[in-house]
Each structure stands twice: as C-alpha cells, then as structure tokens.
C-alpha cells in the first residue's frame, strides 16, 4: 500500500522550460509534504516544502503547489537549468512519535534537462 | 565535520558475513532514522531513533540490527544478508519541526 506515489519514473524538459513534476498521496492526515532532490552517489537533499494548511509556497525558481482536496501536489521549476537534472523525491510526513518524524517518500523522478 | 556522514560509502560482503554501516550527525539533531533505497522503489522506512530509544521497526527481517549508543551515533549491523538486501542504505535526521538531514548512503552489494 503506497501511500506517496510519482507515477513518472522520468521526466525530460528543454533548458529553459517550465519543469513540473508531480506527486499523489492516500492519506489525508499528512501535515507537511517535502519535496527532496537527489544527485547521483549523495544522498537527498531539501529543497522546498509545503505545510497542509497552505496551497502554494514559492522560493525561488521552485514553487510547490498543494491541492488538497485532490491529494495532490506539483513541483515546478522555471526557468528549469541543465543543475536541475535529478531524482527528485517526494515526501508526506505522518505522525511521529517521541519527537521524531515519520516520513513517506515516493518512488522518485528522474528529471533530464536538455541544453 | 558537518552535517551527516556515513562510512563506509561502498561494501561488498558475502552472505555469511557481518559488517556494520556507521552513520554520524554533528547538526544536535534528536532524532536518527535508516532507509533503504532499491531501484524504482521508494525510500522504505527501516527504522527511528528518537532521543536514543529505538520507536519504530517497520517491520524489518532480524538480519538488520540497528544499535544507537548516543544522540550522534547510528549504526546498522547486518548478517547473514540476502541477495535482495543489496541497495542504498541511507541514514538520516532531524530535529523536532524540521525535515531530514541525509548522509550520501552506503552502496550495499550482498554476493
């Protein structure tokens, strides 16, 4: 039972373009959803999140937009640059316990910016 | 040193060996957590340390045994492993109200 999914495994966008890359969940007691970014050989690293109480937080080239009601959230990146290419992982924290967090990544997309 | 660190990057070990990944954070965070990324799978859950005590095991085979001695340290001690248990193992933590702070992972390869 998959609580996050990304259904596009990858994703290709001229350099330039507007990149969104997308992100669905079941679970509607998710407070904060996360969006991470991933290189080759490191780890993830943050890059934007999004409280469940708002629909849109903007930094930058990246905005992230929530819609609740449709349990589904997008992440776009524009002017989208070659640094940009990834795996960009999206992640829904749950109820942790003790202080500590509990979040629910999905499978990842892989995002190829063209020159 | 910064942030999160985990040794060793790469291991290769047979399927009656016992090896252990080290994970370190230098950032105060109270919480640690392993993952495990396989190929087109997401991040799985394995298991979280908050403030040293183990409070959640995802339901994870006994041939993965976390230990947490102190706030900054993680270890995983694996044995007897699988094939299928070769993936990128990835430590991470956090402080209350904030997301996670990863280490670059240990490249498993179980033959």
């Known amino acids: 039972d998959q609580q996050v999914k990304q259904n596009s495994p990858s994703l290709s966008v001229q350099e330039g373009r507007i990149s969104i890359l997308n992100c669905d969940y079941t679970n509607s007691m998710f407070d904060y959803f996360l969006w991470y970014k991933k290189y080759p050989a490191e780890g993830p690293t943050f890059l934007i999140s999004i409280s469940s109480i708002k629909d849109k937080n903007e930094d930058g080239r990246f905005t992230v937009f929530l819609n609740k009601s449709a349990k589904h959230l997008s992440l776009h990146i524009v002017p989208s640059q070659p640094g940009d290419s990834a795996v960009y992982f999206c992640a829904a924290r749950g109820r942790g316990f003790q202080g500590a967090q509990k979040l629910v990544f999905g499978q990842g997309t892989r995002l190829t910016i063209n020159p | ?111």
């Open chain 2, 1 to 111: 040193e910064t942030g999160v660190t985990q040794t060793p990057r790469h291991l290769v070990m047979g399927m009656t060996n016992k090896k252990s990944l080290k994970c370190e954070q230098h950032l105060g965070h109270n919480a640690m957590y392993w993952y495990k990324q396989s190929a087109k799978k997401p991040l799985e859950l394995m298991f979280v340390y908050s403030l040293e005590e183990r409070v959640e095991n995802n339901s994870v085979p006994s041939r993965f045994s976390p230990e947490c001695p102190n706030s900054s340290h993680l270890f995983l001690h694996l044995h007897t492993l699988q094939p299928e248990d070769s993936a990128l193992y990835l430590c991470a933590s956090s402080q209350v109200g904030y997301g996670y702070t990863f280490g670059s992972g240990t490249r498993l390869t179980v033959v």
